[in-house]
């Protein structure tokens, strides 16, 4: 079933990315989510490289995780972390890659997380 379930999000995911590609004007915010925790990264594909990065286990929001009830909330505050550290570099618009996911439960309140935070997609 796992196996199944993988090569799904896996063929979504070259569909989704066929159309999605991030400059450096407007880069693409892309999410991983795994077991327990979730990652995000900015990323400009025309150079190649990742302007900013958080995830679930980030030591700057380590206090906030613990407090957290349920893993959705702990995506709404990566979210909001990874909008923190795109605005210091001064990037506000951003492609928003959900990577094949379904955008249901942790993915959307990441991307509620990250549009809180000032981010625009």
């Given at each position: 079933m796992i196996k199944r379930e993988n090569n799904s999000r896996l063929r979504?995911?070259?569909?989704?990315r066929k159309s999605i590609f991030g400059t450096s004007e407007k880069p693409?915010?892309?999410?991983?989510r795994s077991l327990n925790n979730i990652?995000?990264?900015?990323?400009?594909?025309s150079n190649g490289k990742t302007l900013a990065s958080a995830s679930s286990l980030s030591k700057e929001i380590a206090e906030d995780i613990k407090s957290?009830?349920?893993?959705?909330?702990?995506s709404k505050l990566v979210?909001?972390?990874?909008a923190k550290k795109a605005i210091e570099q001064n990037i506000t618009i951003v492609v928003f890659d959900r990577n094949?996911?379904?955008?249901?439960g942790r993915v959307q309140?990441?991307?509620?997380?990250?549009?809180?935070?000032?981010?625009?997609?």
């Open positions: 979504s995911k070259t569909r989704i693409r915010l892309s999410i991983y990652y995000g990264q900015i990323i400009d594909d957290a009830k349920g893993k959705s909330a702990k979210g909001t972390l990874v094949g996911y379904k955008y249901h309140a990441f991307a509620e997380g990250a549009r809180e935070g000032g981010l625009k997609f």
